[in-house]
């Protein structure tokens, strides 16, 4: 078996081959699509090629397949199957002849270009030294930029050759580029240092290696012995000390092999005329590990020796002058040491798993690092002063047009899923190129290496160009805000505008542009990048402005084809089209906020720009005079004034308000329906009067549906679990037959009062919303045309995946389908042929919930509303009204729903927020800003079940803290020049978290002491100031700035005068803090141990602070086929049918990677996604491997350290567990205890699985005493957070008392399951499984018991000659241990047997017959699910 590191899926610039791993040991279908790859380098290896990263580079990994020492490769056959789903187009095999090595097979695609195989023999190990090469078929060479295809006579077999071509210039600058990454390939001193999209990963050192290899599985449960379980005493319970130098364990790899001293352009460069002539194109100087100094030509034929030394020239070659075409070859034979180490180093390379090397989309910055030696680094040094970005040297021209590239790309076409896939792939490039760009050039600003283009002004109003990319500082210039806030507003401007971005770009209408935007925090400045509309530069802003206005609204102009491009927006925007008055008094339409500027460039595009008002204001923020806020907002003390004007409610509010309202419309419709066919009954019948407006009544109740599970409300967007209350407290208030809108407008505030005073008890929110969630089955068409595009949108924005429960709409809530059916014909017929009747319903309920149309449900919101300076023409006073109402409804809807829903998720741990990012990331998908923390702290402060939000409430404060911090740490870092950053940055951090009282800067003057004093040296730090102010910040008065802070930003008060106090009176942790105020203000400091709390000397020096990194904001594309995909994955996942949703996610991965290459977030969750199905579907090696991909990925794509890699590491010793690898399971589960501690402390919900985890393997390598200090403690974290009575609770009290048995105490094992017993008994009654399974069990404890006492009693009777009966004492089964496991991390298995396993073949060779004949995809997933018996749900869960 081959090892498993190398089925990446990825692919090629439009190639559309796509792999799909099936389970272990199947054989490939159709043997045309993938030979499997035999020995092909007679060494032992399989050369499997992968291709990734949208770049086009092919990765080539080997893995050594030689495990025990049996080089016997034959019979390997890579299990890995190739799908072909997209285009039908197979690959074929071509042979490859390079000089100097066997010919060996490469498996292509029709779809690649010849430039790709370029790229593989560039990393394989046996041709990775040589990039200046043509290849030759029949002697013709080929076109690097070609398609396979389109090449003659290429086909299976054919004899490519490996042509050694004459240098250029630059391809000799190519060469010498690329054998310095080879050196430094393993060296991670680029991840440390943040550049070239590397990052750090360590999971190899705790997995020695890969994990798919079935030859190291040596460690058989049989071996138990040899397995060391001790933790390290910093990761056992209870322990109080946090280290740091274990989040980043040396690997030994890197340990770096030296090949080489030195590698440098020499100073000789360029050559002169006369040299020139002679072929000579640069020169360069090394030092050899031996210490042999040698100066060395390029030329056009090669390298070779030449006989200048450091200060005399002498060009001409040295004798032997060792000419070679490759520069390894050339040292090779000079240096005995570099050729042993360079062989090793790339045989190290190519056994790393991809997943460690390949590039990042977007840099990932560490926030510790260990002092890494500085090396001598040519390219380095060169690349400092260049503008070379990426690879730009393959690129004619140079500077990159980032305008034209990123506007290019939104235009190619996409009418069908290769076209779309292109188009995705071209953007996602472009904006993760641009990123990068653009995060260079505005540290470049601030370091001051970029002229101004207006550089006579002063520092803070300075604009910058750097390599066709505009840049603009984050300070109120000319006043342009100063009535919206001054500076406060400028700081927040661009997120807003970038949001706005995002919220365009999301909806990608075809014609209208937006430019490439990227926000940049860096050393206290915010620098706002833009890409350069084409013309701007050249005129006036007055005159370019067609559309909206340049000083906020007092002149306004308007532009025909901007409305027409800007409506088609204006739906799923939720914007609405209304009127403004100009300088004249004239009424301007508008489809946007004023500010919104459109400008047509020379190239003819529509762009528009200024997009901070895209979402309407947050009226809680924004006192006006005169306008009275909703008594829900008003009881909270809003509104609160705001540090600036332009506060907005975010997207993900609008959505979910939306789609609230329209819960609310379809109720009163039905409720209204409902009374009417009641009256008519009631006359038919004659019945009395006074019967039959309660027949309408009864029935509503019945919605609320107690016992449903609190699980299914998570999938849904929230804010609904009181829809339902309002609409039966409107019930009772509709006994009168006509409830019109006047009772029902006045019920549903009320109703939203009484729902909000008892939400915190679990028990009265366990309304299932999902019976009336317009799901895809059920939205009326109505909704699909004008309401929110509910399904797909929310889905996209909150980031959930889970679909909701589908299809329970119609029989919950009586009338609701004819309230469906009445809206659809009226959008339809224009309700010409509907009874008046009926019509009437609809507009009372469009009324009710201030729908913008009266026949049909449409909600959008006017963003100019309460904009300083805009004015309204007469005509529209009561659209405007209408409008102001529902933005003060959607201020209240945030504080009285969404709020209460967030705390209700963290009370039934359907959200668990573990640091900052994660508890920011949970209300940003509610649509709560962070503005609002303060808020939301409080409102957990009065929560009832305040005890079981500990963890919440902690996280927050801390938070809350860290941010306060990070705002005075940016005025602060404003005044510090760049000589004394690192003594500024370690005296803030001593006084933020040191418990030395009198923290004393240290002023740098000891480095260079200015003779000459009184020289005025002119500060060119933008913002300027006193440049020793700083020093003066002491601990007590910085604390005081947080406290008053906390007050003013958030309305927080909180109790603390320094560090020390706050880990007292909250709980929190200083090493916490510290990661947090770091990886918010981009410090990185030295890993080491940190004495806090030493009152003699301050924690930190100005050697411990390492660097300074940008914080970046930017626009993350979408694969949006590639996501639908995974949905209908999860969604077939949920209702049982594993196998299609397994195809589904397979086939997402594929997309995927189809556009973001090899390494992304969402790459991640699928493939985490596959690694489980392909576990509870029984194969557990193929679980192993892609769980190891999403831990890499994880670490790679969000930190070492990040939640989600946490969790990821769980699931892999899961998995690991499973495979029998105990000492790797162990391993990786204490990996994980340990950055759970550093992250957010031992007192969290989730520590209490995490334990469960760690205790149930520990009990399986008998190591009980340890086993039973892990699990007593999940066992406290779990009462304490799920409540005494909770499942969960008692299973930690069956596994705490399984071990008990196992240690032969059976009076405490007794006691425990007793406790068990009893919870199970309350719960969920006598009868249950549970409670007699838990009986059992204390029968057979009872039974031990007895006979243990039976033979202590023999004993003391008879002595020693009593006659002792044998004891079982049970060590617990593998397996047994594994059921548990399986259990606690909530998966149920489905035994498969043999018949269905061929089932599923037959089925997957169906559809593949099925493709070919030419159905498309979409048929072939409605093609009904398949027949085996695994209808039951994956996850289930103890609670």
Known sequence: MVSKTDDIHASVPNCNVNTVDLAEGETPDHQ??????????????????????????????????????????????????????????????????????????????????????????????????????????????????????????????????????????????????????????????????????????????????????????????????????????????????????????????????????????????????????????????????????????????????????TYTFNPKPANPSFLSHSLVELLSQISPAFKKNFTVLQKTRVQRHP?????????????????????????????????????????????????????????????????????????????????????????????????????????????????????????????????????????????????????YGAVDVEGLYTLGTVVVDYRGYRVTAQSIIPGILEREQEQSVIYGSIDFGKTVVSHGKYLELLEKTSRPLKVQRHNVLNEKDESVELCSSVECKGI????????????????????????????????????????????HRLACLRQELIEAFVEHRYLLFMKMAALQLMQQKANKESKMANLTENNSPEAAVPALPSTENPDASAKSTETLTDGKSDAVQIETTSTSDAPQPAATEATTTEAAPKAEQTTETDIPSAAATTVT??????????????????????????????????????????????????????AESLAAEDGSGIDPKSREVVLNACKAVGSISNTSFDIRFNPDIFSPGVRFPEDSVDDIQKQK?????????????????????????????????????????????????????????KTPAKAQLEHFYRIGISELITRCAKHIFKTYLQGVELSALSAAVSHFLNCFLSSFPDAVAHLPADELVSRRKNRKRRNRVPGGGDNTAWASLTPSELWKNIVSEAQSYYNFTLHCENADQVVEKYGLQKITLLREISIKAGIQILIKE??????????????????????????????????????????????????????????????????????????????????????????????????????????????????????????????????????????????????MLMVCGEDHPEMALLDSNIGLVLHGVMEYDLSLRFLENALAINSKYHGPRS???????????????????????????????????NQVGEAH???????????????????????????????????????????????????????????????????????????????????????SMEELTVDGPLELEDKIPMDVNVD
């Not at 199905?1173 to 679980?1183: K, P, R, S, T, W």
């Open 32 to 309: 045309e699509t993938k030979a499997p790859n035999k020995d092909p380098c007679a060494c032992g290896h399989s050369a499997s090629t992968v291709v990734m990263n949208g770049g086009g580079a092919h990765y080539h990994s080997e893995e050594e397949s030689k495990q025990d020492g049996g080089g016997d490769t034959d019979g390997v056959e890579d299990s890995n199957e190739q799908e072909v789903i997209v285009i039908q187009d197979t690959g074929f095999t071509v042979k490859i002849q390079a000089p100097g090595t066997e010919p060996f097979d490469l498996q292509v695609s029709p779809q690649e270009m010849v430039q790709e195989i370029h790229q593989v023999l560039m990393d394989r190990e046996d041709t990775c030294h040589r990039t200046c090469f043509s290849l030759q078929l029949d002697g013709n060479v080929l076109d690097n930029f070609a398609e396979l295809k389109s090449i003659e006579g290429l086909q299976e077999g054919s004899l490519l050759k490996v042509v050694e071509e004459p240098y250029t210039v630059r391809e000799a600058r190519i060469h010498v580029r690329h054998i310095r990454d080879l050196l430094k390939s393993l060296d991670p001193s680029d991840a440390y240092n943040g550049v070239d999209c590397n990052s750090l990963s360590f999971l190899s050192v705790f997995t020695d290696g890969d994990l798919g290899d079935s030859g190291k599985l040596k460690k058989k449960g049989s071996d138990l012995e040899q397995i060391d379980c001790t933790p390290p005493e910093h990761i056992l319970p209870g322990s109080k000390e946090r280290p740091l130098v274990p989040l980043q364990p040396q690997n030994k790899d890197w340990k770096p092999m030296q090949c080489l001293k030195v590698l440098t352009m020499s100073g000789w460069n360029p050559p002169p005329g006369n040299r020139k002539m002679h072929g000579d194109l640069m020169y360069l100087y090394m030092v050899t590990v031996e210490e042999r100094h040698i100066s060395i030509t390029a030329s056009t034929r090669g390298f070779y020796l030449n006989q200048s030394t």
């Open 355 to 503: 997943f460690e090397r390949i590039a990042t989309p977007f840099q990932v910055y560490s926030w510790t690092a260990p002092q890494v030696d500085h090396t001598m680094d040519c390219v380095r040094a060169e690349d400092a002063y260049t503008s070379r970005l990426g690879y730009e040297e393959h690129i004619p021209g140079q500077t990159r047009d980032w305008n034209e590239e990123l506007q290019t790309t939104r235009e190619l076409a996409r009418k069908n899923l290769p076209e779309r896939l292109l188009r995705e792939r071209a953007i996602f490039k472009v904006h993760s190129d641009f990123a990068a760009a653009a995060t260079r050039g505005s540290m470049a600003v601030i370091d001051g290496n970029v002229m101004a283009i207006n550089p006579g002004e002063e520092t803070r109003m300075q604009m910058f160009i750097w390599n066709n990319i505009f840049f603009s500082l984050g300070f109120d210039v000319r006043d342009h805000y100063r009535e919206l806030g001054g500076d406060a507003a400028a700081h927040a401007a661009p997120t807003n505008d970038l949001n706005g971005v995002r919220a």
């Open 600 to 643: 047509i460039g020379n190239d003819g595009r529509h762009y528009i720009l200024d997009l901070l008002r895209t979402f309407p204001p947050d009226l809680n923020f924004l006192p006006v005079e005169g306008e009275e806020l909703s008594p829900e907002s008003v009881r909270q003390g809003f509104p609160r004034q705001h540090r």
């Open 769 to 822: 919303a999902s019976q009336a969630t317009p799901t895809e089955d059920n939205v009326v068409p109505t909704v699909t045309t004008n309401g929110p595009l509910v399904p797909v949108a929310t889905a996209i924005q909150n980031g959930e995946c889970e679909s909701p429960l589908e299809g329970k709409a119609e029989d919950s809530i009586p009338g609701l389908a004819q309230a469906k059916e009445l």
């Open 885 to 941: 109402q529902l933005l003060k409804d959607a201020a209240a809807f945030l504080v009285s729903c969404q709020i209460p829903s967030l705390v209700k998720d963290c009370l039934d741990h359907s959200a668990l927020p573990m640091d900052g990012a994660t508890l920011t990331e949970a209300l940003h998908q509610r649509g709560i800003n962070v503005r609002y923390l303060g808020n939301v702290l409080e409102f957990v402060d």
């Open 1090 to 1235: 940190y004495n806090f709390d030493s009152r003699h000397k301050p924690a930190f020096t100005e050697e411990d602070i390492l660097n300074i990194f940008p914080v970046v904001k930017h626009v993350n594309p979408k694969a949006s086929d590639a996501f639908h995909f995974f949905q209908s994955g999860q969604a077939k996942v949920q209702q049982g049918y594993l196998k299609e949703g397994c195809e589904l996610i397979n086939e997402a991965l594929n997309l995927f990677n189809n556009v973001y290459g090899a390494m992304h977030v969402e790459i991640c969750a699928c493939l985490r996604l596959l690694a489980r199905l392909n576990y509870i579907m029984g194969d557990h090696h193929e679980a192993l491997s892609n769980q190891q991909k999403a831990v890499l990925m994880s670490e790679r794509v969000l930190g070492v350290e990040h939640p989600n890699t946490i969790q990821e590491y769980m699931h892999l010793a899961l998995y690991c567990f499973a495979n029998s690898q105990l000492s790797t399971a162990l391993k990786l589960l204490y990996r994980a205890r340990y950055l």
């Open 1287 to 1321: 499942l969960k609770v008692a299973l930690s009290h069956h596994l705490v008392a399984r071990v008990y048995e196992s240690k032969a105490e059976f009076r405490s094992a007794l006691q425990h399951e007793k406790e068990g017993y009893t919870i199970y008994k």
């Open 1329 to 1415: 499984e549970k409670t007699k399974e838990s009986s059992e069990y204390l029968k057979y404890l009872t039974q031990q018991a007895v006979a243990l006492q039976r033979t202590m009693n023999e004993i003391y009777k008879n002595g020693s000659n009593a006659s002792i009966m044998p004891l079982k004492f049970t060590a617990p089964s593998m397996a047994s241990v594994l059921e548990q496991l399986n259990i606690i991390n909530g998966i149920i298995f489905i035994p498969l047997s043999q018949k269905d396993l061929e089932n599923l073949k037959a089925e997957v060779q169906r559809r593949q017959q099925l493709q070919e004949s030419g159905k």
